[in-house]
């Protein structure tokens, strides 16, 4: 955006539209450390969230691959939690989440097709 002659070049100023700056932020401490943080501010799995379809919106491939792997890490908890008290709260839940990573995984697949 900045060497092919979009408007970014010819400004000292850059707007993004429809970004989280809680989640940008993540993003960007990221890409200085290399480690995924969340803040406390906002709900954990809303930032988690926010900062995957960032990632990949911004084509952020290692921060895209950690988000997944956190995801899928509080899952595994959620479900170990509910599988010791009640198996078919368990299925119920586990079903529920796999749905939800589903259509995350779908919402990034067709936001890049779309560009």
């Known amino acids: 955006m900045f060497t092919n002659g979009m408007s970014e070049s010819r400004s000292s100023e850059v707007f993004l539209r429809d970004v989280s700056p809680e989640a940008f932020k993540v993003m960007l401490e990221f890409m200085y450390s290399g480690e995924l943080s969340l803040e406390d501010s ?15 919106q911004f084509g952020v491939t290692l921060l895209y691959q950690e988000c997944c ?3 899928l890490e509080c899952l595994s908890e959620v479900v170990k939690s509910y599988f010791t008290s009640n198996l078919i709260k368990s299925f119920l839940v586990l079903s529920y989440l796999c749905f939800v ?3 995350c995984i779908l919402l990034a697949r067709i936001k890049r097709t779309e560009k």
């Open 42 to 56: 906002m709900e954990f799995g809303t930032l988690l969230l926010r900062a995957l379809l960032l990632a990949d």
């Open 69 to 71: 792997k956190t995801l």
């Open 101 to 103: 990573v589903m259509i």
